[in-house]
């Protein structure tokens, strides 16, 4: 089995930065990606950033030039520098990391961002 720890939310005010950590363990073989979703109140699950195992990163729209994901092969440990937050960045973030062609999720840490 593959364990996935998410760790660094808070609560920050409005133009603040977090940096959130995102750290597999176990049977783990290759991971092809490891990416960070979030999920506000009544809204769908929405794709964040996405890390490749090549380093090739994907951004979603809200926070292109905002947040920077990065990941730590040999820790097996991704990474979402978040800079200029904004209340509408308030969510429960989660991380996904996939291993092969298995997806296994992390319980998710909570941002919010208050004016």
């Known amino acids: 089995q593959v364990q996935v720890v998410e760790s660094g939310g808070g609560l920050v005010q409005a133009g603040g930065s977090l940096r959130l950590s995102c750290a597999a363990s176990g049977r783990i073989s290759s991971i092809n990606a490891m990416s960070w979703y979030r999920q506000a109140p009544g809204k769908q699950r929405e794709l964040v950033a996405i890390v490749f195992s090549g380093g090739s990163t994907r951004y979603g729209d809200p926070v292109k030039g905002r947040f920077t994901i990065s990941r730590d092969n040999a820790k097996n440990t991704a990474y979402l520098q978040m800079n200029s937050l904004q209340p509408e960045d308030t969510a429960v973030y989660y991380c996904?990391?996939?291993?092969?062609?298995?997806?296994?999720w992390g319980q998710g840490t909570q941002v919010t961002v208050s004016l």
């Open positions: 996904k990391v996939v291993v092969v062609t298995t997806n296994y």
